[in-house]
């Protein structure tokens, strides 16, 4: 796969093609999965390739007309015929795909969204395709028989919703004279949660009257097994019975803690709201990554405590969807 960069001549041809065209306009708006391509959403323009070509074929008509060349000749309707089927074949490439599914693994602002998209092909090769989104472009291949995924990274720069957007699939093959595309735009939204603060400060402990409550660790008392997670150490798993189970299991054990962690969002009112957001952000990555039970208190939700990935994904939702609230 490749990327590359779309050049302003195109770009400039194809926004006026949807100006003028309703049919590319009626595209603007969001569809429903799955997405299949058909002929009255298919569109075709001669490339500078092709627009040289079709003027050398036209000197070499001229010319072999003038000269009553009939080899000339000849050779001049060979190669527009070939031309014309090139047209047909470019057509057939995006004539019956269909974008079946679409997904994103989770990233924080500031980072690329890796956007996942699946297509069913048919019953037929589709070589030489290029898909174009948010000014990356990426080349891509699918087998026949088969549906086939393609991975692209969308810069997200915000936290909250965010919208793929209109998304153009094209070919330029075989032979590069003419350029078809067609666009879908897939009514899909994915969560892209709050950026963390580089450097972030440790948080604050604060004892209380949960002193009591058991936290999930490596040390203490035998208290279960949970399913394997990355990075547990090899000491923790349990082997036998991962054996019985057929998959891995690590033992998990508990012990006293007499130490609270709470992030407060209103105990960090010297900031604003977009900088307490991504402090608690990068705490609440921290804590879990040190397998710690932490609560989150907001202005109008409290998380926890608890610990775990779906604690931590629970509460990045809870900061990414926070609107900006008073100090």
């Avoid at 810069?155 to 067609?182: E, H, N, T």
Wanted: proline letters at 7%.
């Amino acid at each position: 796969m490749t990327t590359t960069s779309v050049p302003s001549w195109r770009q400039r041809v194809l926004a006026l093609a949807e100006k003028r065209l309703p049919a590319l306009t009626r595209l603007r708006r969001a569809e429903a999965l799955p997405i299949r391509l058909h002929r009255r959403r298919i569109y075709v323009l001669p490339t500078r390739f092709g627009i040289a070509f079709a003027i050398l074929l036209a000197i070499m008509l001229l010319g072999s007309l003038n000269y009553a060349n009939n080899p000339a000749l000849l050779l001049t309707c060979i190669l527009a015929g070939g031309a014309w089927m090139s047209l047909f074949a470019g057509f057939r490439t995006l004539s019956g795909l269909a974008l079946v599914d679409a997904g994103a693994a989770p990233c924080h602002a500031g980072g690329n969204l890796r956007l996942t998209c699946t297509f069913d092909p048919g019953g037929r090769a589709r070589p030489s395709l290029r898909w174009h989104s948010h000014d990356v472009e990426q080349a891509f291949a699918l087998p026949a028989g088969a549906p086939g995924a393609v991975t692209i990274d969308i810069p997200a720069s915000a936290r909250g919703w965010f919208r793929p957007g209109r998304i153009k699939l094209w070919s330029d093959q075989p032979l590069g004279l003419f350029v078809v595309w067609s666009w879908v735009h897939p009514d899909v939204t994915f969560l892209v949660y709050p950026a963390l603060e580089p450097g972030v400060p440790a948080w604050p402990r604060t004892g209380g009257e949960d002193g009591s409550r058991l936290q999930v660790g490596s040390d203490g008392e035998f208290a279960g097994l949970r399913d394997y997670r990355v990075g547990d150490r090899p000491r923790l798993i349990a082997w036998k019975a991962s054996a019985r189970q057929d998959k891995l299991l690590s033992r998990e054990s508990e012990r006293r803690s007499g130490d609270v962690v709470t992030f407060d969002y209103a105990a960090l009112a010297p900031l604003d709201a977009e900088a307490r957001i991504r402090r608690l952000a990068a705490w609440v990555v921290e804590a879990d990554a040190a397998a710690l039970a932490y609560t989150l208190v907001l202005p109008e939700e409290r998380l926890g405590p608890s610990e775990g990935t779906a604690h931590r994904h629970a509460c990045l939702r809870a900061l990414a969807l926070l609107p900006h609230a008073p100090v």
